[in-house]
């Protein structure tokens, strides 16, 4: 895959086959990872800021300060289709 695609949930990059979701009938899923989607529906379902404090967490304990895991997210998740208004 030349290109990455990003999920349109959380932004995680899908670069390979396990990092797409799945469809209701488990075909792959090209908008959405599968930490987001599996089987046709959103694995969790919360609101945006909800999701960029859960993305704060987690990006910490991959070597991003909060601020910075915060500002990333405040930034990039608006942008993407799931939280688009």
């Known amino acids: 895959m030349e290109d990455a695609l990003i999920c349109?949930?959380?932004?995680m990059p899908m670069m390979k086959k396990e990092d797409f979701g799945?469809?209701?009938d488990n075909s792959q899923n090209e908008e959405y990872c599968t930490y987001c989607f599996q089987g046709g529906k959103f694995?969790?379902?919360g609101t945006m800021d909800e999701m960029i404090e859960k993305?704060?967490?987690?990006?910490g304990k991959m070597g991003l300060t909060e601020d910075e895991a915060r500002k990333m997210a405040t930034?990039?998740?608006?942008k993407l289709k799931r939280w688009e208004k």
């Open 8 to 11: 349109q949930s959380c932004g």
């Open 43 to 45: 694995t969790w379902e």
């Open 22 to 24: 799945t469809n209701a």
């Open 55 to 59: 993305l704060t967490l987690m990006a």
């Open 75 to 78: 930034e990039n998740l608006p």
